[in-house]
């Protein structure tokens, strides 16, 4: 186990924290003028013809930008270093199709990694390891049935999903499996963008409803007639946190795929 360990360290591609995740999945739909505005420097909105060739199932609407909601409820949740497992939590997060620009003008497609709300003051910490912006909201409501699960958060967020299928399948939407095969990027509390790659393995994909309303930033954000969702029980990794040069110049292929 012990060498394990270190192998991990040495290789940070590798998967480093895993847990198993229940989410609802959707689509959601940000303005482009009021995105740009909170965007670090460093990140932009992709072209319509990036996005229309990585996501064919959104559709393309005039000046909006189409984004990733997760509604996760996580257990399992433990790194491969220290083995501690975190008691089950709640997180939603805000996920962008993004283009990041590195210094000298070299480009990548990411995942950019907004923000995320929680009700685990630990997992918030955590987080912070990632660069991840993660909020502690205590006042998080829940409430779960066999088929559906509904959110709010008291003057930011009221969303609720209900199942509409009892058979699925195992692959998720193309949407949200690039969103995820994407590498990811964040920019710290610290003002440092950091680079993790993630991935998740679903067992259970099934179709859902979605009704949500976000308040962010002076915009408000609603499901529409364009919005999809899923609900999904999946197995995921995120590896170690590294910077660009680690992240897509690596001196050793051990995890790249």
């Not at 993630?198 to 067992?203: D, S």
Request: aromatic fraction near 16%.
């Amino acid at each position: 186990m012990e060498h394990s360990k270190k192998y991990i360290a040495q290789h940070p591609h590798l998967p480093f924290l895993t847990g198993n995740n229940r989410s609802y999945l959707a689509v959601g739909y940000y303005p482009k003028e009021a995105l740009e505005k909170f965007l670090p420097q460093a990140i932009s909105i992709p072209s319509d013809t990036v996005m229309a060739e990585k996501y064919p199932t959104v559709m393309q609407v005039d000046g909006m930008h189409p984004f990733m909601l997760q509604f996760a409820n996580c257990h399992n949740v433990h790194d491969l270093m220290s083995e501690y497992e975190l008691r089950p939590y709640e997180e939603i997060q805000a996920c962008f199709p993004a283009t990041y620009t590195h210094e000298g003008g070299e480009q990548q497609h990411c995942l950019f990694v907004q923000l995320m709300y929680l009700e685990y003051l630990l997992g918030v910490l955590g987080g912070m390891y990632f660069g991840l912006r993660k909020q502690f909201r205590p006042s998080m409501q829940v409430v779960e049935t066999a088929t559906s699960r509904s959110w709010v958060i008291p003057g930011i967020l009221e969303a609720g999903f209900e199942q509409t299928t009892t058979e699925g399948g195992t692959e998720l939407d193309p949407f949200f499996a690039q969103m995820f095969i994407n590498p990811a990027v964040t920019l710290s509390y610290f003002n440092q963008y950091r680079f993790y790659k993630q991935r998740v393995y679903p067992k259970k994909v099934l179709d859902a409803s979605p009704a949500y309303e976000w308040h962010y930033k002076d915009s408000v954000i609603k499901n529409n007639e364009n919005t999809f969702a899923t609900y999904s029980e999946y197995h995921f990794s995120i590896s170690q946190v590294m910077k660009y040069g680690a992240y897509f110049h690596p001196a050793s292929a051990v995890g790249i795929d």
